[in-house]
């Protein structure tokens, strides 16, 4: 389905009216089956076959579990970008491998699977950790490896503010994206804020963010409530919020909470809500249906459906080939593999854990084919860009 673009200033006309289109509710889309879930999570963790001479790189992600399905794009998404690096020639000659294992969002269950990934399987990098929780229980184990980690499915700014020589992130912070939809409110003279956080570690990392950016940018919280990570209690949420008169919540929830929060906004505030990009996986959009029309949603990876840039022309061609529909959720799968491969293709010479940092580090001021990249040997997180779409008619994002 082809999605029509909108420019910032249709965008911001869009916020400053996107309360009075908060009260129509639609049917809720049908979710697939708890069998075709399954079906689907475990052929994304599947490792991708190969020979000795590959370059093997780990992953521990949620392959199982109820955050099953969260993976299932991404994993589609870094095999299109493995098997196009492939297809060029890989690293001279040598082709890169994915190593996938099954951690069910636990921590415990990643540090495992990350030293099998280094010990036994000797992977030389590892890619696409799934949580705040699980990369910050890992971080002590790169700096004990010497392994690095490249590209990741968290924007948590703790795990990212003491520089750690081995971790690196290819998209922006969940404070980035903050920054991002508070200052466009400030814009449109939206000050007066509300914020919906989930009862999380999550939504606890993400209140005092919050906090302290819409005090940065000249916003005011007039209230904050967190809601359950079921999001049974989303209404009587929202409606403790109702009272102060926001002009805007901001929602940093995931998951099905989101859907009852977002229901509960257009019925008892109906005032545009804001939602992170990690809101908008697993399903959520099309659960929402028709609900979801007008919601404001921060992204950290380029517009996937136009090809106006060799990256996404690149990516379009991948998915085509694929025969798959273009969406959000492959392309961070598909850029985070690509920041990785960009690093591994600098490499003369031996592909080691070091060589991959020393290239990663070197990349410098890099253009991905129109996603800009800036590291360094003290900035190992390479992009803070972030942009606000709509979700419009037909569950179609707008920018």
Request: charged residues 15%.
């Amino acid at each position: 389905m082809s999605q029509r673009p909108i420019t910032r200033r249709h965008l911001l006309r869009g916020l400053a009216a996107a309360g009075g289109s908060f009260s129509s509710l639609g049917a809720l889309a049908q979710a697939p089956s708890a069998e075709a879930l399954a079906a689907a999570a475990s052929a994304a963790g599947a490792s991708l076959p190969g020979s000795p001479n590959d370059i093997l790189i780990g992953q521990s992600a949620h392959f199982s579990g109820p955050l099953a399905p969260t993976s299932i794009a991404p994993a589609q998404g870094v095999d299109l970008a493995i098997a196009e690096f492939n297809r060029k020639g890989g690293v001279g000659g040598r082709k890169v491998r994915l190593i996938k294992m099954d951690d069910a969002y636990t921590p415990k269950r990643c540090v495992d699977n990350v030293h099998t990934l280094i010990d036994e399987r000797k992977v030389v990098a590892l890619y696409g950790l799934a949580s705040t929780g699980n990369v910050a229980a890992v971080l002590p184990v790169l700096a004990e490896k010497k392994v690095p980690l490249v590209g990741v499915y968290t924007g948590s700014p703790t795990v990212r503010a003491k520089h750690h020589p081995y971790f690196f992130t290819g998209t922006a912070s969940y404070r980035d994206e903050v920054v991002q939809m508070v200052r466009n409110l400030v814009a449109i003279q939206r000050t007066n804020l509300a914020l919906v956080y989930q009862n999380s570690p999550f939504g606890q990392l993400m209140l005092p963010v919050v906090e302290e950016v819409a005090k940065e940018l000249g916003a005011t919280l007039v209230a904050k409530r967190s809601v359950e990570i079921s999001g049974s209690d989303a209404e009587a949420t929202v409606q403790a919020l109702a009272p102060a008169r926001p002009q805007a919540v901001l929602v940093m929830s995931f998951g099905v909470s989101v859907v009852g929060v977002v229901k509960a906004v257009r019925a008892h505030i109906g005032v545009p809500a804001y939602l992170v990009s990690v809101a908008t996986t697993g399903n959520v959009i099309n659960t929402l249906g028709d609900d979801s029309r007008g919601l404001a949603v921060t992204q950290v990876l380029p517009y996937p459906w136009r090809a106006a840039t060799p990256l996404t022309r690149e990516f379009t061609s991948a998915v085509e080939r694929a025969k798959l529909a273009p969406d959000y959720e492959l392309m961070l799968g598909y850029l985070n593999m690509r920041v990785l491969l960009e690093g591994l293709r600098r490499i003369k010479g031996a592909v080691t854990s070091e060589s991959i940092v020393t290239a990663m580090e070197g990349l410098g001021k890099t253009d991905l084919g129109g996603y800009a990249l800036n590291y360094g040997p003290q900035n190992h997180h390479g992009s803070n860009f972030v942009e606000i779409t709509i979700v419009g008619p037909n569950r179609r994002f707008m920018r």
